[in-house]
């Protein structure tokens, strides 16, 4: 599954790869009907890639970030069971001298049938209760702190009592995650232990899906994503705001 741009992808790509690219997709939102739009869509979108859940999935982008990891994310909560990324990407791949193409694969449409597996995702409302887990904003430290927004966002600021740790933090040179002895201390410093439930959010669920799998690689098990949101969680007027 190659996670790049339409572009990267026709210009060479890991044989017999599938083209992936969910990056630009908006999640509708968290409440019902947001949630029945995002699984119904992802059960074509899927489907049209020619997938039915049941296959193993490596997922890929050109090094080692947020697309592969978003990709990867939408696949295990529509029901896919064997979800990898590629560590490293396609320069690690190409740095180990493996053949590449340019044939643009066409699958055959097929059935996906979604079955949503929420435990992965967290919705506006269970962050918003006072009884949610831990929530762990991965912007940078601009939109953390509402100096800095996306235009597309109706304010600027944080989700209240969130903590600051940006996605980046979680990588080495953008080819890998960091090991438990290289973040332990300053993991241990943001209050996150493997005991508490961990909610991550960005600005639409990308940055937020590599922090969540950068935790399971940790030995993190009680991760979700909170895929909606800053995009969805500063249009909800009602929601409070920190900055």
């Known amino acids: ?24 997709y908006f999640v509708p939102g968290t409440n019902r009907r947001g949630l029945q739009k995002f699984q119904n869509d992802l059960a074509t979108k899927l489907g049209n890639m020619g997938l039915t859940g049941k296959e193993t999935m490596v997922v890929y982008e050109s090094g080692f970030g947020m697309r592969a990891a978003r990709v990867g994310w939408m696949l ?39 079955k949503p597996a929420s435990r992965l995702l967290a919705t506006a409302d ?50 890998r995650f960091k090991t438990g002895s290289e973040i332990a201390d300053v993991l241990r410093e943001k209050g996150l232990s493997r005991d508490k439930v961990v909610v991550t959010y960005c600005h639409r669920g990308a940055r937020a899906a590599a922090a969540f799998y950068a935790l399971r690689s940790l030995g993190y098990r009680n991760v979700k994503n909170y895929i909606g949101s800053w995009h969805e969680w500063s249009a909800r007027k009602s929601f409070p705001v920190e900055k």
């Open 1 to 24: 599954m190659d996670a790049r741009s339409r572009g990267a992808y026709r210009k060479s790509h890991i044989p017999g790869a599938i083209h992936a690219d969910l990056f630009h």
């Open 76 to 114: 295990e909560y529509a029901g896919a069971g064997k979800v990898r990324l590629l560590e490293g990407g396609f320069k690690a791949w190409c740095k180990s001298r493996y053949p590449i193409e340019n044939r643009i694969v066409e699958p055959e449409p097929k059935t996906f049938q979604v």
């Open 126 to 175: 269970e962050v918003r209760s006072p009884r949610s887990a831990l929530v762990l904003d991965v912007r940078s430290e601009g939109e953390f702190t509402g100096k800095e927004g996306r235009d597309c966002d109706e304010r600027r600021g944080r989700i209240p009592r969130a903590r600051w740790f940006e996605w980046t933090n979680f990588l080495y040179d953008g080819e």
